[in-house]
């Protein structure tokens, strides 16, 4: 298989952010009086925001209007964009620079594809902007994962066929997404033991062993 593209979903494969995303969704719920835990959290792993709202008020007594969920989802957003101001280089590992480094040595374009907004905020705060030949996130998608329209939005960003691209991926609707756009779907944390990913990682720089 000729690869020539490597596209990466963000949180969860080349960043950390589940923590910052958990803190400000609980300041929200605790407001709210809605019960939220880690184990909820967890189910909004590559979710988009308005999505993720969803999942939080299935445990609300009453309803929303579709103006109060935007005023919660924007009430959310501006905690999470104060904790990840606090980002760095220092919260990118070792490991991911120097697989990235070889991987742009060896020729290979690299992309974002991940469902966030603030893709974009999150790769300048840590300097993995400098890596990517493209960025496609949730700023230019109408169809969240598991459509692969943000994913073959980044392939056409770095003018391949998604037959070329692999997509590295850490939640299931991930994988299904990249699948489902024709893309050699590389599985890392969760998504390693999903029966569907084509290749599993146990750590990012397996990457370069496997392509
Ligand atoms: P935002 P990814 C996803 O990023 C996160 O995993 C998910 O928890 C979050 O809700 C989503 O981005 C939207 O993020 O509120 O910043 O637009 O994994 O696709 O890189
Ligand atoms: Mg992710």
Redesign the pocket.
Known sequence: MELNGIIF?????LVH??EF?YQAWKQLADRLCIPFDRQVNNR??????M??LEIILEAADRSFSDEEKLAM?EE??AA?RKLLETMSPKDVSDEVVETLSKLKERGIRLA????????GFILKQTGLDIWMDAVS??NNITRS?PDPQ?FLMAADMLTLPPAQCAVV???TA?IDAALAGGFLAVGIGDAAGYDRTDKPLSTFSDLLSIL
Request: net charge negative; glycine share 14%; aromatic share 2%.
């Open positions: 979903d963000l949180d969860g494969v952010t589940d995303h909004l792993r590559g979710v988009s925001r999505a993720s989802a959310k957003n999470y974002i594809g991940s469902s966030s907004k603030n893709a996130d949730g994962k943000v991926e850490d939640a991930g």
